[in-house]
């Protein structure tokens, strides 16, 4: 288990890492062109900062895997929550954000939290769900999918916290999934319905999530996202596949998932790592630049 909580740990380094680097691409494309929308994410994809974060993220996702097999739903998702942490902390160092007093807390209880977890966490349960459970779960990707698109296309008023929603819900699945699967050679994964969702909401959710953060408040719309990627998994770990905490540490372990997940949601400005532009006013003044996330 000691070794999954470090694949967990790894991939939250990762990809909060990858938020900043790839804002950082992200920036010096729009520094040198008015582009919005795709050209802009296509001018990015020439800058190293960009790719970096991309592979980043690559790397998190397979982490990611790793940790789902030997540890419990609800410890992996809570320290990939705390992703928010390892963004805060990066982007304080390299785009120089002032971190708030209430977001220094919330990085500590962030860490307290994960530390009571690796503490409390038991083996992950030996159950990987029989057929019909692995086909439900493909039904609700599927469903998940319809939900999204409905929600962008008919949804107005909280359109985008609704997305997020449907981005979190997704990116649970794949989790949900990525531990139903059982350990199959590559003829046998093509009939795995495990697999089709894995593959399916981790698009759908992706995809969501960047029109969510694109139409909408980074802050509601990351608040939600990790709620729903963390709370049902959770539930779904320890009720359907048999997740346990260590015998006697119930209480630490949901100590430690409340602390990690709280603290994420008061850092979830840093969903989406995009600063104001600096005023230009204050070009040759000498005063210091002190703007924060939206």
């Given at each position: 288990?000691?070794?999954g909580?470090?694949?967990a740990?790894?991939?939250?380094?990762?990809?909060?890492?990858?938020?900043v680097?790839?804002?950082?691409?992200?920036?010096?494309?729009?520094e040198?062109?008015s582009t919005?929308?795709v050209?802009?994410v296509l001018?990015a994809?020439?800058?190293?900062?960009?790719?970096?974060?991309v592979?980043?993220d690559?790397?998190?996702?397979?982490a990611?895997?790793?940790?789902?097999r030997?540890v419990?739903?609800?410890a992996?998702?809570?320290?990939?929550?705390?992703?928010?942490?390892?963004?805060?902390?990066?982007?304080?160092?390299?785009?120089?954000?002032?971190?708030r007093?209430?977001?220094?807390v919330?990085?500590a209880?962030?860490?307290?939290?994960?530390?009571?977890?690796?503490?409390?966490?038991?083996?992950?349960?030996?159950?990987e769900?029989?057929?019909?459970l692995?086909?439900?779960?493909?039904a609700?990707?599927?469903?998940?999918?319809?939900?999204?698109w409905?929600?962008?296309?008919?949804?107005r008023?909280?359109?985008?916290?609704a997305?997020?929603?449907v981005?979190?819900?997704?990116?649970?699945?794949?989790?949900?999934?990525?531990?139903?699967?059982?350990?199959?050679?590559?003829?046998?994964?093509?009939?795995?319905?495990?697999?089709?969702a894995?593959a399916?909401?981790?698009?759908?959710?992706?995809?969501?999530?960047?029109?969510?953060?694109?139409?909408?408040?980074?802050?509601?719309?990351?608040?939600?996202?990790v709620?729903?990627?963390?709370?049902w998994?959770a539930?779904?770990?320890?009720?359907?596949?048999?997740?346990?905490?260590?015998?006697?540490l119930?209480p630490?372990a949901?100590?430690?998932?409340?602390?990690?997940?709280?603290g994420?949601?008061?850092l979830?400005?840093?969903?989406?790592?995009?600063?104001h532009?600096?005023?230009?006013?204050r070009?040759?003044?000498?005063e210091?630049?002190?703007?924060?996330?939206r």
């Amino acid at each position: 288990m000691g070794i999954g909580m470090l694949f967990a740990l790894g991939a939250a380094v990762c990809m909060g890492t990858a938020t900043v680097m790839q804002a950082m691409g992200a920036r010096m494309a729009a520094e040198e062109s008015s582009t919005t929308g795709v050209g802009t994410v296509l001018l990015a994809l020439r800058r190293w900062p960009f790719v970096a974060g991309v592979g980043l993220d690559m790397l998190g996702f397979v982490a990611e895997l790793a940790a789902l097999r030997s540890v419990p739903i609800f410890a992996v998702e809570a320290a990939l929550a705390s992703s928010l942490a390892v963004t805060a902390v990066v982007a304080a160092v390299v785009l120089r954000i002032r971190l708030r007093r209430v977001e220094v807390v919330a990085v500590a209880a962030v860490c307290c939290g994960l530390a009571l977890l690796a503490l409390a966490a038991g083996r992950e349960g030996e159950g990987e769900g029989d057929l019909t459970l692995r086909l439900g779960v493909l039904a609700a990707s599927a469903g998940l999918a319809l939900v999204g698109w409905a929600v962008g296309r008919f949804v107005r008023r909280g359109r985008a916290v609704a997305l997020g929603g449907v981005a979190g819900l997704s990116f649970g699945v794949v989790a949900v999934s990525a531990r139903m699967m059982p350990d199959l050679e590559v003829p046998g994964v093509l009939a795995e319905p495990a697999a089709y969702a894995l593959a399916l909401s981790g698009v759908t959710g992706f995809v969501y999530l960047i029109d969510a953060l694109q139409s909408g408040s980074v802050t509601a719309v990351t608040a939600t996202m990790v709620i729903g990627e963390t709370l049902w998994p959770a539930l779904f770990g320890v009720v359907w596949l048999g997740d346990t905490t260590r015998s006697g540490l119930e209480p630490l372990a949901v100590t430690g998932f409340v602390l990690s997940i709280a603290g994420a949601l008061a850092l979830a400005r840093f969903g989406e790592a995009e600063q104001h532009a600096p005023d230009r006013s204050r070009a040759g003044s000498g005063e210091q630049d002190t703007s924060e996330y939206r």
